[in-house]
């Protein structure tokens, strides 16, 4: 029987972990990957952090990169296989949890080789669960690429020929820019032309000191202008969306509507020349492996702080769960100092 099982290896797992040794806890880390840090390394190759080297730290041990650095996948990757040598911290990696479900005798934690026990549970699965793509990818002929950007790494896997980008968030606009940059290929564009672009410097500053100094990343999610800021779209950090709309290979098609074999539709011309699609259309959460979860509105689980309807049953790292902050990598030490203090009082 262990004390607790932390289910995610990535940055809010190991920032509870890092919590539950100085407790003294019993407990492991459980990862469906087959290294620490393979979620951020499974991103596509140029990929780089919004923010820099100094906002990034987990509890107890400093990001070593130079004040002002964006650290790329594969530094973010190396921090944290440093982070769990520093601290000596028990993973289980190859272990993908199928079930949770609590009992008399507490948690059984099940995955494909075996079966774990434990007093409590802590999800650190993230935000990210399954890729979307919308119903219409099943009627694009099997000629065309699809890539979803969760398994899009860079320009190489591409065939030639126009190209298509669909979705306006951060990676929708990071991809399109890498694979527009030159001549060599039209690409379509796909999403909301009307996003927020913002830089990473202004005025000598970074964004996020910025944002630090307004308190942007510290408004909860109750407060009135937490929920205001909630409701906006995320804007787009660190890229130049005008300039990229601007290209002459880039053209914007507006929604997508509909496909038929090689002919793409959208809501007010087709196109047919389209070799390659990209769904930059983000993901769809996925805690139906929870028995008993009381789940809101959004398909994620409800809860307050982390604390959800299920006795000992906690989560940590959820888009919006205490503040906008929550999710990140820099903003997740928070939330598991809070937690860290419900689990101390319940001792």
Same mark, same amino acid.
């Given at each position: ?29 459980? $990862? ?8 951020w390394?499974n991103?596509? $190759? ?18 070593d ?8 996948k ?53 935000p990210?669960?399954i890729?979307?793509t ?16 969760n ?15 669909v979705?306006g ?8 820019? !890498? ?13 909301d032309?009307?996003?927020?672009s913002?830089p990473?410097q ?24 937490g ?28 929604r ?10 959208f809501?007010?011309?087709?196109v ?20 008993g979860?009381?789940?809101? !509105? ?12 299920i ?9 919006w ?16 100092s ?10």
């Amino acid at each position: 029987m262990l004390d607790y099982i932390i289910i995610g290896g990535a940055q809010a797992g190991l920032s509870m972990a890092y919590h539950l040794k100085i407790l003294e806890k019993e407990f492991v880390v459980l $990862d469906g990957e087959n290294e620490i840090g393979a979620s951020w390394l499974n991103r596509w $190759d140029s990929l780089k952090l919004f923010t820099p080297t100094e906002y990034n730290h987990l509890p107890g041990f400093k990001f070593d990169a130079p004040k002002g650095h964006y650290p790329t996948k594969v530094e973010v990757s190396d921090y944290f296989k440093q982070y769990v040598e520093t601290f000596k911290i028990p993973v289980q990696l190859n272990t993908l949890v199928t079930s949770v479900r609590k009992t008399e005798k507490g948690f059984f934690v099940t995955y494909k080789d075996g079966e774990l026990l434990a007093e409590n549970v802590i999800v650190a699965t993230g935000p990210f669960h399954i890729p979307y793509t919308p119903p219409c990818n099943t009627k694009i002929a099997k000629s065309v690429l699809q890539l979803h950007s969760n398994y899009y790494k860079g320009v190489a896997q591409l065939q030639d020929g126009d190209a298509l980008v669909v979705g306006g968030g951060d990676s929708g606009y990071q991809i399109l820019n !890498e694979i527009s940059k030159g001549a060599s290929r039209t690409v379509y564009f796909s999403g909301d032309t009307n996003v927020r672009s913002l830089p990473q410097q202004i005025l000598g500053k970074t964004l996020w000191w910025w944002f630090t100094l307004v308190g942007f990343l510290s408004f909860t999610k109750y407060s009135w202008i937490g929920k205001k800021i909630s409701n906006f779209s995320q804007p787009v950090i660190g890229t130049d969306v005008k300039e990229i709309l601007s290209r002459e290979n880039v053209i914007i098609k507006g929604r997508t509507k509909d496909a038929l074999q090689e002919v793409i539709i959208f809501e007010k011309s087709k196109v047919s020349t389209i070799k390659n699609v990209i769904w930059a259309t983000g993901y769809r959460p996925n805690f139906k492996w929870i028995e008993g979860l009381e789940l809101d !509105e959004n398909s994620y689980p409800k809860n307050y702080r982390g604390v959800s309807n299920i006795d000992g049953l906690y989560f940590i790292g959820l888009p919006w769960m205490y503040t906008r902050g929550s999710a990140t990598l820099g903003g997740v030490s928070k939330d598991a100092s809070y937690l860290t203090d419900i689990i101390s009082s319940q001792d």
